[in-house]
């Protein structure tokens, strides 16, 4: 099995408002995200590629657009959490490059949150 990945960066503010108001994640505050897409595949494509790094620079448009310097609860459906998020982006990517397996998003360096069905 051959995989790739790559990494986009973001940042974004979010709140968790039913966590009880003592939580830090009930207030509003932000993150520099980090989401890494995983790509795997049995054979290499005609050019040797899993896909070409180069298409995925559609995700990057996608998140820069709909995610950067976004308040997240206005984006997304449901709580503005990593795992939700994790699920969004490996849907997004799925749908236009069927050899997505992973989405990881990282909210701090120590924190992380993965999707693989």
């Known amino acids: 099995m051959f995989r790739i990945a790559k990494e986009f960066h973001f940042s974004a503010s979010h709140q968790l408002a039913h966590l009880p108001p003592d939580h830090q994640c009930a207030r509003l505050h932000g993150h520099n995200y980090v989401v890494v897409v995983e790509l795997a595949a049995a054979e290499l494509n005609a050019d040797g590629f899993v896909r070409d790094y180069h298409e995925l ?11 950067d310097h976004r308040h997240l609860n206005d984006v997304l459906d449901g709580p503005s959490t990593a795992e939700n998020m994790a699920r969004h982006f490996h849907d997004w990517c799925k749908a236009r490059w069927p050899e ?3 989405v990881r998003v990282s909210e701090t360096p120590k924190t992380w949150a993965e999707y693989r069905p």
């Open 100 to 102: 997505t397996v992973a």
């Open 57 to 67: 620079a559609a995700l990057k448009h996608y998140i820069d657009t709909h995610f």
